[in-house]
């Protein structure tokens, strides 16, 4: 029996070789096929073979912390640099940004889209009672939202049930809950332009400076992690953050819109 | 509708990716099937056979574990194989590998179960006889294993059935990693969490015929071996 399943273990593990590396991962990253144009690009270019595993930012950072990643690549600034301070990081860099955007049905019944601000916006959507589905997974996006219901003195986890859903989902589940339920979500613009199933849905709320969405990269510790494949995380990362990489970035679009803005400093 | 004529389309163009996927998918489910079953039923035949304290126990412990979600299956296994678990200087975490050994865990019990109860009913007729011939440990195992064969494939179908379908487990310790890790189910999940319902649709009949062929394979060659065998 040990035979065999050694025997399986060889056969199946072969496709690990030195120059792999694991990034966690947001999912608004893969789900907008960023990973599956620039991948390539970064193989030809450095002989990496990277492999994706994307989740939440939260649980993509737990993984990491438990050294099962080489890299890290999410969007929770603060929780990216304590990750860092922790000594769980080598260093964070700025890598690019985009936004967050207010999805709800085309009706708008909060009226979302007469509002001065982000904060304004969210009020009305309380006030209305109007349904929100929130992610409600610790993911960096779920971290976001919270902040700005925070920022708008709004308790919403009492109204959690009734008008507000939280999912404990990915983006894209909460964005097909959101829009089966006729509700209102905050998603960053890459996952939504790139979602297929938007029914009525449409952009109810943009353009507050306030919804500015930073990702970053962080190459996991080696002293943290023996394991990690150093080398290889750092020349992925220092890749993403050199000229060509971020202009490979700018080049992404889906349907004639760019998704990502580089911004490595 | 829309999501059957995808799913035709994609079959009949060959599509590299969805056979990547597809093949995948059976090399996992086939392997954990086949070491869950070296271990499933001669266990499932020993606790139908033998006495001894805390057998009941046992029994009831196996059947319980049919039970057991899918999602924490994938969680013990992946704490198991984390880089900073007991096990994570394997380097399994995130190969087909860890999934094969998340399924394992997952149908092992199934089958043990399942063919426990089909032996446990032979056992009945022809325990008197075997104890006449002196038939017994090791030796009874075996010949329980092949005298119930065709039942026990009804067991070890179920087995499949869970595997090829579960997606809890292998999502967690297999990451869904494109080309290296990705599933039929786990790409269902993805698709759907892209919002590509018909595509998400159209994988889910292929994964359908996928276990409708297999189930009519083996089908067929227990009902040929039987027809042989009293022919």
Excluded at chain 1, 140 to 160: C, F, M, N, Y
Excluded at chain 2, 77 to 93: F, I, Q, T
């Amino acid at each position: 029996m040990k035979h065999l399943i050694i025997c399986a273990a060889l056969a199946l593990s072969s496709h690990t070789f030195a120059d792999t590396i694991i990034v966690q991962s947001t999912t608004s990253t893969k789900n907008s096929g960023l990973y599956d144009y620039l991948l390539p690009i970064v193989k030809s270019a450095t002989g990496i073979q990277v492999n994706v595993v994307a989740v939440g930012t939260g649980q993509a950072i737990k993984n990491a912390m438990r050294c099962d990643g080489d890299v890290l690549l999410v969007h929770a600034k603060s929780a990216e640099e304590k990750f860092v301070a922790d000594g769980f990081g080598e260093y964070r860099h700025d890598l690019m940004y985009n936004d967050f955007v207010i999805v709800g049905p085309q009706a708008d019944p909060a009226n979302v889209a007469g509002a001065s601000d982000v904060i304004d916006a969210l009020r009305r959507i309380s006030q209305a009672g109007a349904k929100f589905a929130s992610r409600g997974d610790d993911s960096g996006t779920h971290k976001k939202e919270r902040a700005l219901w925070q920022e708008a003195g709004i308790d919403p986890v009492k109204g959690s049930g009734r008008w507000y859903l939280e999912t404990g989902s990915g983006m894209g589940a909460t964005l097909n809950t959101g829009v089966g339920l006729s509700a209102y979500v905050l998603t960053d613009r890459a996952t939504w332009i790139t979602f297929a199933n938007k029914q009525d849905a449409v952009i109810t709320f943009e353009g507050d400076p306030t919804l500015f969405n930073q990702y970053g990269v962080i190459p996991v510790s080696a002293k943290k992690c023996p394991n990690v494949n150093q080398d290889a995380a750092e020349t992925f990362a220092r890749w993403l953050l050199s000229d060509t990489g971020q202009a490979a970035i700018a080049a992404y679009q889906v349907d004639g819109k760019q998704l990502f803005f580089p911004n490595a400093n | 509708m829309d999501s059957l004529v995808e799913a035709f389309r994609l079959i009949i163009s060959l599509d590299a990716d969805l056979f990547e996927i597809l093949w995948l998918s059976i090399k996992v489910s086939l392997v954990a099937l086949i070491i869950a079953a070296f271990i499933g039923l001669p266990l499932g035949t020993y606790l139908a056979i033998t006495k001894f304290p805390g057998r009941k126990f046992c029994i009831l412990l196996l059947n319980a574990l049919m039970g057991m979600p899918p999602v924490v299956v994938g969680l013990m296994v992946y704490l198991l194989l984390s880089r900073s678990g007991p096990l994570g200087w394997l380097g399994l975490l995130y190969t087909p590998t860890a999934m094969i050994i998340a399924q394992v865990v997952l149908i092992t019990p199934i089958i043990a179960a399942l063919s426990n109860q089909v032996i446990e009913h032979l056992h009945q007729e022809y325990s008197d006889t075997f104890y006449s011939m002196g038939v017994t440990g090791r030796r009874a195992v075996a010949a329980y294993l092949v005298d119930a064969r065709y039942a026990l494939t009804t067991c070890i179908l179920a087995g499949f059935g869970r595997a090829i379908a579960e997606v809890g487990a292998v999502i967690i310790v297999g990451g869904n990693i494109d080309h290296l890790t990705r599933v039929m189910t786990t790409a269902i999940a993805l698709e759907t969490s892209k919002g590509n319902l018909t595509l998400a649709l159209a994988l889910g009949a292929v994964l359908l015929a996928l276990s409708l062929l297999v189930n009519a394979l083996v089908i067929g060659v227990r009902e040929y071996a039987a027809k042989r065998q009293y022919a």
